[in-house]
């Protein structure tokens, strides 16, 4: 079993911590997990992606090369990179508070409202990323949610705890979408 | 403590593997993509008694190197592209003054300051050396966080042994790459090696002693390097390095290092699927380069492929290994968005070649 992810926010909207989530939940179930981000010269709302492939067995090709199974886009501008990036069959959720769906053949799209459902789950807009996860999760099936619970609570749990509860909602409205 | 499973980006693994494996003294300037490496180990080092120092220039910091070295003790650096330029003259005279250090490339695209984006674009330097004289580097290309792991020990045993500095070599990707690496229990193994014949810790016990290169007289020169070159032979006879995988029977064999050898390994298993003869050789170090690996090539064989992120360097010495026997072609790319070869690219390749 081999699982290839994309998923492109603007810089602050969290994708690079809806990988860094996927990839502990999936090693807390005894899987491999590679992730790569782009780096550069960055600036707070530049565009940020961050690739992962979790696997049951060593990972040798860590590209992602057009054949992502799952896509998650934050925002506008990083819509077409996650579009480039899915393979055939692929499923890509995207935040339809935001984004206007291109059709695309073989690819399976979910709008999911994540900027107004974290605003009415956690109170803020910022728990976007949650929702975002929380959709693909339910939808896919491609993490149990409970491991991502867990090592939401771990992570986060300690650093800001003020925030867990926030943070917890948005993923669980994800969840429900 | 036993062993450890951390989730980590390949540079933190470098920092981590090294500091549990000896090192005490890292010196380094920040550089994107090596600056993680010098980040990771200002936080661990303390806990070991040991401390990241951070000078005012790649320059400082390779001299700084080589004074820590003349101590006996085990110092590393973490750099880049040209920062590693800059430290080329440090690096010619540690291995004239035969001190033993550990460095970490994380190649980033060239010439001048180039691109910050990884690649393979430093294999002439490393193998090569950008400083003057008859001098040699011991170049280790780990392809992921847990062959750099594996090759740590490996890398303080070589470094003491033949009092010669060893360079880790990993394309910037690769580097700033994020996955698990298991380590074993932390071992000074820098501990297990009697430095006190030559170390520089005063002359209250033994007379004074010159560690570094003066070369007093002409012969004094020609001796030095006499001296160099039977150790040289001696690690090239030694100390080669190499993975490979299905070549026994091949068509074609891939050959590459770092992030292009573990992707070889992929190519292979999906092109042997398809009832393809295919092999590949991953060098591990590129100096001594693995010739062992092409002494023996099977009957089979009708073509190397060599696979680099840059306009080929390593072909060089492959070529010289396979001395044509067979064609050698090559396939490299380096800078752009995606800096190196996809596995589809290389699939295509392989299999023009193979008709």
Known sequence: MQFKCVFSGSGGQGSALIAKLVCQAGIADNLKVLMTQTYGIEQRGGDSTAFVIISDAPIGNPLVEGDANLGIALSPSTYDLCLANMGPGGRLFYNSSLITEKPVPDLEQTAVAASDLAISAGGSPRGLNLVMLGAAVAGTGFLKKETVEKVLTDSLGHKKPELLESNLASFKAGLAV | ?355
């Not at chain 2, 299905?246 to 064999?253: F, H, N, S």
């Open chain 2, 1 to 355: 403590m036993s062993s450890e499973t951390l989730f980590l980006k390949n540079a933190e693994t470098f920092a981590e593997s090294m500091v549990r494996c000896g090192v005490r003294y890292h010196f380094a300037y920040p550089i994107t993509p090596a600056t993680d490496v010098m980040k990771h180990a200002a936080v661990i080092l303390p806990k070991y008694g040991g401390r990241m120092i951070q000078m005012e220039s790649e320059l400082a910091v390779s001299n700084a190197l080589s004074g820590c070295a003349c101590t006996g003790k085990l110092g590393a650096t973490s750099s880049s592209g040209p920062g590693m330029s800059l430290m080329q003259e440090a690096i010619s005279f540690m291995c004239a003054a035969e001190l033993p250090a550990i460095m970490f490339d994380s190649m980033r695209v060239g010439p001048g300051d180039g691109d910050i984006i990884g690649a393979q674009s430093t294999y002439f330097q490393a193998t090569r050396g950008g400083g003057h004289g008859d001098y040699r580097t011991i170049v280790l290309a780990p392809y992921s966080g847990q062959s750099i792991v594996d090759l740590m020990p490996e890398a303080v045993r070589l470094t003491y042994q033949y009092r010669n500095p060893v360079l880790f070599v990993l394309d910037g990707v690769t580097s700033q790459m994020t996955e698990t690496a298991t380590f074993p229990e932390p071992h000074d193994y820098s501990a297990d090696f009697d430095t006190s014949g030559w170390r520089y810790t005063g002359t209250k016990d033994h007379p004074k002693r010159f560690v570094v290169t003066g070369s007093y007289s002409h012969n004094q020169g020609y001796e030095m390097n006499e001296r160099l070159r039977a150790k040289y032979e001696k690690i090239k006879e030694n100390e080669q390095r190499w993975e490979s995988a299905q070549v026994e029977d091949a068509e074609l064999i891939v050959v590459a290092f770092g992030i292009h050898g573990r992707m070889a390994t992929e190519l292979v298993s999906r092109l042997r699927a398809e009832g393809r003869k295919v092999g590949a050789i991953n060098p591990i170090t590129l100096w001594p380069y693995p010739d062992k690996a092409f002494e023996q090539l099977p009957q089979s064989l009708k073509n190397i492929l060599v696979v680099e992120m840059n306009h080929g360097q390593m072909l060089d010495d492959v070529r010289l290994a396979v001395n044509g026997r067979v064609p050698v072609h090559f396939l490299g790319k380096t800078g752009g968005d995606t800096p190196l070869c996809t596995l589809r690219e290389m699939e295509t390749k392989a299999l023009e070649i193979l008709g």
